[in-house]
């Protein structure tokens, strides 16, 4: 008999947030790739374009406010920074109204 929980074990909470393709660095469209690590948090994002982007963080859907370029998530994934300008917006301050 098999005394598990019928739904398996309680998965870890993963923060998934919305990623845009368009590359931080050369702005191309659709530049966007994935290398799966070993766990989620070793993942990251590339430029498949070849300008050299690369990083953990993967690209925020919502272009600077400043200055229009993209911008790219912070580590804990509350927050997301411009690539360029390095100006930071705060999720909560996207959605509360
Ligand atoms: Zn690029
Ligand atoms: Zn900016």
């Not at 948090?41 to 993209?70: E, V």
């Amino acid at each position: 008999m098999d005394l598990r929980c019928p739904f398996g074990r309680v998965p870890r909470f993963k923060p998934s947030v919305p990623t845009s393709t368009t590359c931080p660095k050369c702005l191309k469209l659709n530049a966007v790739g994935v290398r799966a690590g070993r766990s989620f948090y070793t993942r990251f994002w590339f430029c498949k374009h070849g300008c050299g982007w690369a990083c953990w963080r993967p690209p925020a859907p919502w272009p600077c406010p400043k200055c229009k370029w993209a911008k790219i998530w912070a580590a804990s994934r509350l927050s997301f920074a411009c690539f360029k300008c390095e100006h930071r917006v705060r999720l909560d301050s996207l959605f509360a109204i």
